[in-house]
């Protein structure tokens, strides 16, 4: 079995980031962003899907946590298509349906190489802790066309905001980590194409 592993560096004028992945992981995670919360939501999100993760950013949170959150999420789903490396004899698809006390969130995605997301949430606050709340469908639109994945992540009810926004990150863990999943079954890729 291939290593599926990846890290990337990347530096802007707004951010300089650093993560590190490993999709064949145990769910070990080492987060720093700055962030509190949206540090809570990353590890997670590797704890949930069972992956490896460490992201180390240093942002202009002096401006607001927009370029931090985006640019992760850029970084993120770049880090994820090259650990893919290869896609032959994964199941492709992925869903998962979490509960958290009032909250039910689900995520489905596709490995599909083609980059869609469609998200529906009503978050009721602006802010938790630091996080910016409008800033979650832009980390899962950052994630999904980086990646190259369609994604439809939906709060379908809840009343607690971080709940929402919790449910939803460990829904996308564990969404992936079955989408990831190799089938002794599937020969080549899962596609009548031949190819992702």
């Not at 599926?4 to 802007?12: A, G, H, L, P, V």
């Not at 064949?24 to 992956?51: P, Q, R, V, W």
């Not at 863990?173 to 089938?183: N, V």
């Amino acid at each position: 079995m291939i290593s599926r592993q990846s890290k990337i560096e990347r530096e802007s004028s707004e951010t300089k980031i650093d993560i590190s992945i490993n999709l064949d992981g145990s769910g070990k995670y080492e987060c720093n962003t700055g962030i509190g919360f949206f540090d809570h939501m990353l590890c997670l999100f590797a704890k949930h899907g069972l992956l490896d993760l460490y992201v180390a950013v240093a942002g202009d949170l002096n401006v607001d946590s927009h370029h931090t959150i985006e640019d992760v999420g850029i970084v993120l789903g770049s880090v994820i298509k090259e650990a893919m490396k290869g896609k032959e004899g994964i199941k492709r698809y992925g869903t998962s349906f979490v509960p958290m006390d009032e909250t039910l969130a689900t995520v489905s995605l596709d490995l599909s190489g083609r980059a869609y997301l469609v998200f529906e949430g009503d978050f009721t606050v602006d802010l938790i802790g630091s996080f910016d709340t409008e800033m979650v469908e832009e980390f899962f639109r950052a994630v999904a066309v980086n990646a190259g994945i369609t994604l439809h992540a939906r709060v379908l009810y809840g009343k607690n905001n971080h709940h929402m926004v919790e449910a939803l990150f460990k829904a996308f863990g564990k969404a992936l980590s079955e989408a990831l999943t190799y089938d002794d079954r599937i020969k080549g890729v899962l596609s009548t194409k031949g190819c992702l």
